[in-house]
Structures are given as C-alpha cells and as structure tokens.
C-alpha cells in the first residue's frame, strides 16, 4: 500500500459492497492481482458512485438519516446476516405497538407538565414550550448551547436540564 491509502472502516467496505453489487459494477475476484493502472479506474469509478449516491440522498433529504442512523446499523446487520440471525415479524410488530403506546404516555406527561398541548417532535414548539413558556433555562441557571442557526437546542443532551 502506498502513503496515499488509507484503511476503510467496516461500515464503508458494507457501503462499497452493496454498491458494487446493486450498480452491477464489473469487480474482479482476486483484489491486489490487478494492474495498479485498474485499481485506480475502479476506486475513480467507485468514487463517482459515491458521489452520485451522496448527491441522490441530498436531494432526497435522505443524507442524515443514511449517514447517522443506516451507517451505524450496517455493523449489526452484517452480524445478523452472517450469523443468520431471523427476526420474528409479530413480535417485531408488538414491540412496535408496545413503544409506540410508551412514546404516545410520553407525550401525554409533556403536555400534562408543559400545560398546553403541542407537537413534542417538533424543534420549534418544543423550543418554545422549554425556553419561553417553562424557562427552564433560566430556573435551571445552565447555559443552553445554541444550534448552528443561532437558536437554543432542543438536543437531548442540551435539554437535560433536572
């Protein structure tokens, strides 16, 4: 490897794998018996497939979700998958109900403690309700850290004010 390389995380190698896979892009078996001059159009060619696909969630809206929620799953789904590890789809549908019975309680004791009834996954109304109805900011005395557009966050580790 030359001083250029770099080592790829298990979550990138998941990435390229099902990208090479899903675009049909034409591997070859026996990687590291190829002509440097092949490697370097195929990370160039990987590379557009990257960026492409980047692009694609951007405009989708969809890049967040992929880069904090499905990158840090593709780990324990790899586990899974190789491991054949099979998911119950009942119980995996009555654990859904259970939390989303848990979630609803949740947001019935805000709007019970808040007095007034607003939409909790909403940054705004709940920014509005934390800081200008409750002040618990200011009853609390601790310094909220502000969001990258200037206003308090409503984070879960900025709103944990006890």
Known sequence: MNSEACKIGFDAQESITFLVEKLEIDHREGIGQQPEEEIFKDMEALSLVGAALHTRLVQLSLWTIFLHLEMRITPILAVMELRDI?????IL???GQKLMLKIEEVEQRCHQVSGSVFNVASHVQLRSVLYQELKLDLKTGIAIPRTTKGQKSTCEAAANIS
């Open 86 to 90: 099979r998911v119950d789809r009942a």
């Open 93 to 95: 549908k009555q654990t």
